[in-house]
C-alpha cells in the first residue's frame, strides 16, 4: 500500500511558477514510477508528466513540454512538479500518482492522491 499527499499548489498569475510535492508513505518508493495528472471542472483527468523508478525516464504532455518538469527524490520519497510560465489553461487539480510497473501517459497507475488545486489567474 503506498499513500500519496500532494502540497504546492495555489494561485499564481500568468506566467508565474510553482512547485507541486508528492511525498509517499512507505519503504517501496523506488519501486514506483510516479506520474502527475491533472483535471480540470468537466475534463477527463489527463496525463502531464511522467518519470521511471531511477529518474531515467521522463515523459511530458505536449501541452506542458518545456514548462513543466518532473523529478523524484528516492532517498525523500518525494516526486516534485516543477511549473514554469504557467497559463490559465493550466488551471486544475494536480493528482500525483504511482505505478509499480514503468510509467505510463495513461491512468493506468495503482495509487492516487487526493489532489490540489492550482489556479491560473490571466
Known amino acids: 500500500q503506498v499513500q500519496l499527499v500532494e502540497s504546492g499548489g495555489g494561485l499564481v498569475q500568468a506566467g508565474g511558477s510553482l512547485r507541486l510535492s508528492c511525498a509517499a508513505s512507505?519503504?517501496?518508493?523506488?519501486?514506483?514510477?510516479m506520474g502527475w495528472f491533472r483535471q480540470a471542472p468537466g475534463n477527463e483527468r489527463e496525463f502531464v508528466a511522467s518519470?521511471?523508478?531511477?529518474?531515467?525516464?521522463?515523459y511530458y504532455a505536449d501541452s506542458v513540454k518545456g514548462r513543466f518538469t518532473i523529478s523524484r527524490d528516492n532517498a525523500k520519497n518525494t516526486v516534485y512538479l516543477q511549473m514554469n510560465s504557467l497559463k490559465p489553461e493550466d488551471t486544475a487539480v494536480y493528482f500525483c500518482?504511482?505505478?509499480?510497473?514503468?510509467?505510463?501517459?495513461?491512468?493506468?497507475?495503482?495509487?492516487w492522491g487526493q489532489g490540489t488545486q492550482v489556479t491560473v489567474s490571466s
Open positions: 512507505g519503504r517501496t518508493f523506488s519501486s514506483y514510477a
Open positions: 518519470i521511471s523508478r531511477s529518474s531515467g525516464l521522463t
Open positions: 500518482a504511482a505505478r509499480l510497473y514503468g510509467p505510463s501517459t495513461m491512468t493506468n497507475y495503482d495509487y
